[in-house]
């Protein structure tokens, strides 16, 4: 099992190495995204259970490239948005993409993410670098990125945090303690580059140390959510 606490850098690569191995074989990135996020929760635990109470992963999307429910929820004049492929946690509802409510796709225009959507923006602005005005302009995340491709997210105190602004529906009732992600580039379809961001909310403290040990997972994940049979198909029909 691993954790927050004791976990090494070498011990969440090898973890890393071993879901890679694991979905080579899933046909698509949303399944591959799905079984990341439940490895992940089902193998952080302690003795008293699962110390994440949800894990999810979410990827740059063109229109053309979402599912036709997803298509139905925005329009071909939003270039791309950040799409809901993968997700796991404590609640039943929580373990399937089509039963979140409001957070199955996050639009990039810029003054939307600047506003409204907190964790994207410090994410992708502040961690990896991206600039949003270029990205909605280009669609091209090796254009608008300053300091490369990668970058990690980690809110120590999940409590009050601006950053995290479900406190009273979410942070509070489920005692999330810290959150902690990381995101990277990955091949898209159409000879297209995309991206895709992970974030964990934790149940267990994490300090910056262990948040460093567990951006290991980021380049060998990003790998096995690169790795699906059908690279131009994004989800699961």
């Not at 298509?71 to 509802?93: D, F, I, K, N, W």
């Not at 907190?118 to 669609?139: A, D, I, Q, R, W």
């Not at 992600?181 to 995309?194: D, I, S």
């Not at 460093?212 to 790998?223: P, Y």
């Given at each position: 099992?691993l954790?927050?606490?004791?976990?090494?850098?070498?011990?969440?690569?090898?973890?890393?190495?071993?879901?890679?191995?694991?979905?080579?074989?899933?046909?698509?990135?949303e399944?591959?995204?799905?079984?990341?996020?439940?490895?992940?929760?089902?193998?952080?635990?302690?003795?008293?259970?699962?110390?994440?109470?949800?894990?999810?992963v979410?990827?740059?999307?063109?229109?053309?490239?979402?599912?036709?429910?997803?298509?139905?929820?925005?329009?071909?004049?939003?270039?791309?948005?950040?799409?809901?492929?993968?997700?796991?946690?404590?609640?039943?509802?929580?373990?399937?993409?089509?039963?979140?409510?409001?957070?199955?796709?996050?639009?990039?225009?810029?003054?939307?993410?600047?506003s409204?959507?907190?964790?994207?923006?410090?994410?992708?602005?502040?961690?990896?670098?991206?600039?949003?005005?270029?990205?909605?302009?280009?669609?091209?995340?090796?254009?608008?990125?300053?300091?490369?491709?990668?970058?990690?997210?980690?809110?120590?105190?999940?409590?009050?945090?601006?950053?995290?602004?479900a406190?009273?529906?979410?942070?509070?009732?489920?005692?999330?303690?810290s959150?902690?992600?990381?995101?990277?580039?990955?091949?898209?379809?159409?000879?297209?580059?995309?991206?895709?961001?992970?974030y964990?909310?934790?149940?267990?403290?994490?300090?910056?140390?262990?948040?460093?040990?567990?951006?290991?997972?980021?380049?060998?994940?990003?790998?096995?959510?690169?790795?699906?049979?059908?690279?131009?198909?994004?989800?699961?029909?």
């Amino acid at each position: 099992m691993l954790n927050f606490r004791q976990t090494t850098s070498a011990e969440f690569g090898s973890f890393a190495q071993q879901v890679v191995a694991e979905v080579s074989d899933y046909g698509t990135h949303e399944t591959a995204s799905q079984h990341l996020t439940e490895r992940i929760y089902t193998s952080f635990a302690d003795e008293d259970g699962p110390i994440l109470s949800l894990v999810r992963v979410y990827r740059l999307c063109t229109f053309d490239e979402l599912s036709p429910e997803l298509q139905e929820l925005t329009s071909e004049g939003m270039p791309h948005v950040m799409a809901l492929t993968g997700t796991y946690g404590e609640e039943e509802a929580w373990c399937d993409r089509h039963q979140s409510q409001g957070h199955k796709l996050i639009p990039m225009e810029p003054a939307i993410v600047h506003s409204q959507i907190p964790m994207f923006e410090k994410m992708l602005v502040e961690s990896m670098g991206v600039n949003l005005e270029v990205l909605y302009e280009t669609l091209d995340p090796v254009t608008a990125t300053r300091t490369g491709i990668s970058g990690l997210f980690h809110i120590p105190t999940a409590l009050g945090s601006p950053v995290i602004p479900a406190q009273e529906g979410f942070v509070e009732p489920y005692g999330i303690a810290s959150v902690v992600g990381f995101g990277g580039l990955m091949a898209g379809t159409a000879g297209r580059h995309a991206m895709y961001v992970l974030y964990a909310f934790s149940k267990q403290p994490i300090d910056d140390q262990a948040a460093h040990n567990f951006q290991e997972m980021q380049s060998r994940l990003g790998a096995a959510l690169d790795n699906a049979r059908e690279p131009e198909q994004v989800f699961a029909r």
